[in-house]
């Protein structure tokens, strides 16, 4: 078998094998992109909803009754864990599930529920290598994979349209605008 069939080969089976995995890191490379640029949360999803509280509250009078009269109007006396004073003018309670900032000049009450977002947040989990143990030898034979697969991808066609042609344009274009990209941000 000559050297272009082991290549064919090598970066077919790679890319079958490795299908799954380049998923898994392209959605959830995406989504993190965009949570960077504080757009969304791709692991949870929050849902706020303000309520008043029927009149205003110092600091000192807040006590165990008055934190179950706030979670008796905001129905989530059974989600109850624990509050502290962030400020003097702000109380926050924790909940299962979420938390309810309270402004105690202005009785406003802001419930914050808090939930994982369905398959993003397992992707994500994935992705920042929480598991760790044999998800991070499997995630480095993946890159391994990924290199080899971009090596191999480099001679598989001959002629005008190979690395020697156009391909060969496309991998220098390839290769530039990350280096180009981090000249501008590391320093202009």
Do not use: C
């Not at 995995?21 to 995406?30: D, H």
């Not at 165990?64 to 509050?83: A, C, G, P, S």
């Not at 991070?136 to 993946?142: A, G, H, K, R």
Request: aromatic letters at 14%; proline letters at 3%.
């Amino acid at each position: 078998m000559n050297w272009r069939k082991w290549n064919r080969w090598i970066h077919r089976e790679l890319g079958f094998l490795f299908f799954g995995m380049t998923i898994i890191y392209g959605i959830s490379g995406i989504a993190l992109n965009h949570h960077a640029a504080r757009h969304w949360d791709p692991g949870i999803i929050t849902h706020s909803t303000t309520i008043q509280y029927p009149g205003t509250l110092r600091k000192a009078d807040v006590d165990r009754n008055t934190i179950e009269k706030i979670l008796e109007i905001t129905k989530e006396k059974e989600n109850y864990k624990q509050y502290y004073f962030p400020s003097q003018d702000h109380l926050m309670i924790y909940l299962k599930g979420g938390h309810i900032a309270v402004n105690l000049q202005t009785g406003s009450m802001q419930v914050t529920k808090i939930r994982n977002r369905p398959v993003f947040n397992e992707l994500n989990y994935l992705h920042y290598n929480k598991p760790k143990k044999l998800w991070t030898w499997f995630s480095d034979l993946y890159a391994f994979g990924l290199i080899l697969i971009a090596i191999s991808g480099l001679f598989l066609i001959k002629g005008r349209k190979s690395i020697t042609g156009r391909g060969g344009i496309l991998t220098i274009i390839g290769i530039l605008i990350p280096l180009v990209l981090l000249i501008i941000y590391l320093w202009l």
